[in-house]
């Protein structure tokens, strides 16, 4: 239960520890897998020279990648359950314009142009592309 309690906190680097030659050693080697190909998954995104997030149905961030931290002036993991509205603070936030909130109500691409202002950093209209990805509450079969 620990492995998975980490996983959920966003701690993909634990690795489940079981000294057993069964099917239980089987399925905490396959977690292990899981969870070194999804730490290098989100390195490729953290290398992506914008800012990328992925945030939930409420708008708290689950995910900041160093550019979106970077420009936010905080660490990934400050910005890990904040709002990101109060992060971005772009003119489009908390806005019936929101491009976010346009992508989950159609649940199709949304993109718009705005400008922000976060620390050193001014964006002229600013431009973003926002794709919605949902995960049905049952795994398929």
Do not use: W
């Not at 989950?104 to 718009?112: F, H, P």
Request: with cysteine; hydrophobic share 35%.
């Amino acid at each position: 239960m620990e492995g998975t309690e980490e996983f959920k906190s966003g701690n993909f680097n634990f690795k489940v520890d079981v000294n057993t030659s069964s099917e239980l050693q089987s399925l905490a080697d396959s977690f292990n897998d899981m969870s070194e190909t999804i730490v290098q998954q989100l390195g490729y995104l953290d290398d992506i020279p914008t800012p990328v997030m992925i945030i939930d149905r409420e708008f708290n961030i689950l995910y900041m990648n160093k550019k979106g931290a970077e420009i936010n002036g905080k660490s990934k993991d400050e910005l890990m359950g904040q709002k990101c509205f109060n992060q971005f603070k772009t003119g489009h936030c908390n806005t019936e314009n929101c491009a976010l909130h346009k992508a989950m109500l159609s649940g199709e691409v949304t993109s718009a142009e705005t400008d922000a202002q976060r620390g050193p950093f001014h964006f002229h209209d600013l431009r973003h592309l926002v794709l919605t990805l949902e995960f049905p509450a049952q795994p398929r079969t």
